[in-house]
Structures are given as C-alpha cells and as structure tokens.
C-alpha cells in the first residue's frame, strides 16, 4: 500500500496556487437576489503537495474547484497560479492555463467521449495545443503504460472497461500535457472500496513520480487521510479548519469538522455505536446546525 509523502520543503517558501477571499455568488432563478456558494475563501497549494478539500454536499467544494478551472465566475477575491493573477482569465489566457492546470472528474465515464477510442482521447489534448501526431502518440504510449494499462487499450472505447480502468484513463488523460496541478473532483466516490483503494495508491505514486500537486475534493476524511498532506474542511462555503492531515482527520477542532469524522463508520459494533450517539450529540448542539 502506498503512502502519502513529504512534499518539498521549498513548496512553503512560494505556493504554486495561492486563493484569496474568494466569493462567488450565484442567482436564483426566478427569484431576487443571490446565492452565496463560496464566502472569503481563502486556500494556497505548495509545489507537489495535496490539499484534501472535504465537506458534505452542498458544502461549496466543487465550487472552489471550479474557479479554479475557470469553469464558475467569481465575483470577488483573487485565484494565483505560479504567480499570476488567473482569476479572470479568458480565452486564450484560459486555455493555456490547461497545460498547467488539469482535473479528473467524479465520473470516469461521463467524462470519457464514448464515440472516441481511448487513444484518441488521450492524444486529443496535445494535438490540440500543436503537437505533432508521433509525439502525441509516444505521450499517449508513456501515460497508458505509467497508469498500469496495457497498450492494447489505445484502440478500444470507454464502455469496454470497468470503472476502476476508466478512472485510470482519466488520469492519464490529465496527465499526458504534464501539468503542474491537477484538481480532483470527488475521484473515487463512484468506485467500490477495493477499486478505491488501488486508485488512491496510483495517485500517490504519479505525485511521487511526477511532483504534481493536488486539490483533492472529498467528502470522505478516510480518503484525504490517505492521500492528502494537509485537509482544509470547509462549511456553507466557508472555510472552518485547516491542517495537518493526520490531524485534522483523527483529532479535528472544530465542532463540524468533528460531526465528518463521527459520521464515517468504523468496523467495530461497539466503536460504531459510540460514534453514532457522538455524531447525535454533535447534530444537537448550537454550534453545528
């Protein structure tokens, strides 16, 4: 089983992804007035380091993800990525931010154009930026074979692998233009346990080999506790905690942070118990609506 390591100690000195008091406000359709999906948000990532991202649903966590890839609009506070100001980049600014900036979807199939084979998925993405076919291809090879694929799968289609391959070819899809980081949408919440498993070890490893840094969006502190460096939990669209991963996922402060790990279940009958009456006394009080 692979374990999660130490990212570089001069990731500290200059995040490669810095967020600030970001706030993104959506309408109500039919309605007056706005919806405020994400509230002073304020995160940064260092240079091959993952950041797990948890909460419940609704919580405003794929909506931080999606500022990021500049797939929502912010309506105030500031995104810098490597230094610079992406917040508001458009177009061509925006596109050749994908050679940087890459994400792996919940769904692996969904994600996968099934009228494409799997080899031409995972070159799309290079031709369209200028590479020449044979690099495209080489790429194509070297990632199939880094995500433990065998190379025969370049010819078939998505609906020809389980789900666990399908994330597998997602991955290398994020991977193959080399990306500095890659922001993970719930990557493993539509596999079984086991499946999970293996693919949480492939993301560790790809970091270790590549040094590719991660937003880790979750809503499982099992999972971040595995992967993720350091886990920033975040409530009604607001950041409550952030820290250490061991820390924050066995011992976290904050009261909703608390009610997570009450809710994720334990194998024991009595441990369960204990925690199904804690996360009972956690919903009840004042502090943790």
């Known amino acids: ?20 008091n970001l706030v993104v406000d959506y309408g109500r359709a039919g309605a007056k007035g706005t919806f405020r999906a994400l509230s002073d948000v304020s995160i940064d990532i260092g240079a091959g380091e993952c950041l797990g991202l948890v909460g419940e649903s609704g919580s405003g966590k794929s909506t ?20 610079e100001d ?39 993405p290079l031709t ?23 190379s025969s799968v370049i010819t078939r289609y998505p609906s020809e692998f389980s789900g666990g391959q399908r994330q597998r070819i997602a991955i290398a899809r994020a991977l193959v233009r080399r990306p500095r980081l890659i922001v993970c949408d719930e990557p493993v919440s539509a596999l079984d346990l086991t499946t999970q498993a293996t693919i949480l070890d492939l993301f560790i490893e790809l970091q270790r080999d590549t040094g590719v840094s991660y937003l880790f969006v979750s809503h499982d502190l099992g ?17 409550v905690e952030t820290g250490d991963g061991e820390e924050v996922t066995r011992a976290p402060q904050h009261p909703y942070s608390q009610r997570l790990l009450m809710a994720s279940p334990v194998a024991d009958p009595a441990g369960q118990a204990q925690r199904r009456q804690a996360w009972l006394n956690l919903r009840q009080s004042a502090m943790v609506p």
């Not at 061509?92 to 769904?107: E, N, P, T």
């Open 1 to 20: 089983m692979s374990t999660v390591t130490t990212p570089p100690v001069a990731a500290a000195a200059r995040p490669l992804l810095t967020v600030d």
């Open 64 to 83: 931080l993800g999606k500022a990021i890839l500049g797939l929502t609009p912010v309506s105030s506070g500031t995104i810098t990525f490597a230094g």
């Open 223 to 239: 999972v971040v506790r595995r992967v993720c460096h350091r886990v920033a939990v975040m409530y009604r669209g607001e950041i």
């Open 128 to 150: 369209a930026s200028g590479t020449g076919k044979k690099a495209a291809a080489a790429a194509v090879a070297e990632m199939i074979d880094r995500v433990s694929l065998p």
């Open 86 to 124: 992406i917040t508001n980049a458009r177009g061509a600014a925006r596109r050749a931010l994908a050679s940087s900036i890459q994400v792996v979807f919940q769904d692996p199939y969904g994600s996968l154009d099934p009228t494409m084979t799997i080899g031409d998925i995972l070159a799309e």
